[in-house]
């Protein structure tokens, strides 16, 4: 059984930083992207990042260029998104999601991939 969870999310204040974690389970992790998804109340999902299999090549949004970091640990089927000078703009319910190759900018839509978890939620607010 395919199972994805998120965890790390919480409430911090403007400029402070989180890491979350995505852990995986029921498929070949080292084989798939993982890509980490948001999506605000009221708004669209936005991807903010992603990573192949072999952790090798990445890829941010524009809003997460230069504030996020993500990588894997594929012998512990994890996928890390660091996160640091949050923004109230940040603020949403973050999931990993995985695909069988590289999604086409700008991956907005939810069919686009093949499992994600319920996610985790940020909150950042002074």
């Known amino acids: ?21 995505c852990t995986s389970s029921g498929f070949t992790f080292s084989r798939i992207w993982v890509n980490w ?10 991807r903010v990042s992603s990573v192949n299999p072999d952790g090798t090549n990445t890829w941010y949004s524009d809003s997460a260029e230069g504030r996020f970091t993500i990588s894997r640990d594929n012998a512990k089927n994890t996928s890390y998104l660091q996160m640091t000078n949050l923004k109230v703009g940040d603020s949403a319910m973050y999931h990993c ?30």
């Open 1 to 21: 059984q395919v199972s994805l969870v998120e965890s790390g999310g919480g409430l911090v204040q403007p400029g402070e930083s989180l890491t979350l974690s």
């Open 37 to 46: 998804v948001r999506q605000a109340p009221g708004k669209g999902l936005e």
């Open 97 to 126: 999601a995985t695909s069988e190759t590289r999604i086409p900018t700008p991956g907005t839509r939810w069919l686009e991939y093949t499992f994600w978890g319920q996610g985790t939620q940020v909150s950042v607010s002074s």
